[in-house]
């Protein structure tokens, strides 16, 4: 490996590493610009990797260098001949970028798609650059797994194991950026379990957490891998954010609620605990941010602990 090959390596490294904390979209920027001091490229794509059926499904969830009114394309391969193993090289033809970048995860599994572009010109790489964007690949793959390692801490609530208020609108946005690209309907629910603070001054602090445990694993048993579900400020209440109209969220949670009168926690022994929830759910409206859905998320799961064991959705007035 040459030098200037070294040498860029361990700049892309510091650089990277260095930001671990930042956005997504600022660790992109950064490796932009790094990239652009050795070869042109002004502009920089991350396509997730979603396994549909037989075929993966590729989307753009982030993209730098842009320009304003700049063209993202809508139309992207469904298939990538990757002509070194783990680069595809696209000058002739009409994608949009001249070159895609294999990312894989700890078991060869491809989770995403490092796009990088000329928009001035389709673009030839030579062996030194081939050898750079081979480094790229690695460094971006070590970020992914650093972040997943990151985002056990920052974003994921320790008792639970599941998203907290951070994670959940790290997700947000994550999805924001899909929407973009693929809208479609979002709706979001705030839930509280009902009688809980009677639970914990009954049987304790400690046996309050278990109950907590139980739900939060009933809810991931029932929910699909692009749901999310996240423990809302420590206390016991949960955000859930699906890509889905507010009466299809109604009728799962409605489901949910069926599948608790089942669920029991024993607390001392010789009395088994059952739960119940009450939720607000909206839709996002469009234009509408994510903490201005929250809150009227929030003015109806407050409707709705007036009867307890109630679901209230849009423009109903009471519900259940």
Known sequence: MSPEAI?????????????????????MEVLLGQISMHFKADRLGIFQVLK???????????IVGAKE?????????????????????????????????????????????????????????????????????????EIFKQRNFIEQFR??????????????FWKA??????????PGP??????DI????????????????????????????????????GRWHEGDEFIVIWEQTAEIMKKRLTRIQELFTGLKVDADGHHEIGFGFSAGVVEVKEGETLEEAINRADERLRRAKKTRFTIISDDETEGG
């Not at 974003?155 to 959940?168: A, E, S, Y």
């Open 194 to 229: 009902d009688h809980f603070k009677d639970i914990n001054t009954t049987h304790g602090h400690s046996f309050g957490t278990t109950c907590l445990k139980a739900i939060a694993k009933a809810f991931l048993q029932n929910m699909r891998p692009s749901d999310i579900i």
């Open 69 to 141: 009114g700049d063209c993202i394309d809508e139309a992207y391969p469904l298939e990538f001949n990757f002509t070194d193993g783990f680069i595809c090289y696209t000058p002739t033809q009409s994608v949009g970028w001249d070159a895609f970048i294999s990312i894989v995860d700890q078991n060869n599994e491809l989770i995403a798609i490092l796009a990088v572009d000329d928009t001035s010109a389709a673009r030839e790489f030579d062996p030194e650059q081939r050898i750079i964007l081979f480094h790229i690949k690695m460094i971006v793959e």
């Open 173 to 182: 946005k994550e999805i924001e950026l899909r929407r973009k690209v693929s």
């Open 155 to 168: 974003f994921v609530d320790p008792v639970l194991n599941i998203l907290n208020w951070r994670g959940i």
């Open 52 to 62: 549909s059926g037989e075929k993966p499904k590729y989307i753009l969830c982030g």
């Open 186 to 191: 979002l709706s979001i629910a705030v839930l």
């Open 7 to 27: 040498k860029l390596h361990y700049k892309l490294m510091y650089a990277i590493m260095s930001s671990l904390n930042e956005s997504v979209h600022n660790l």
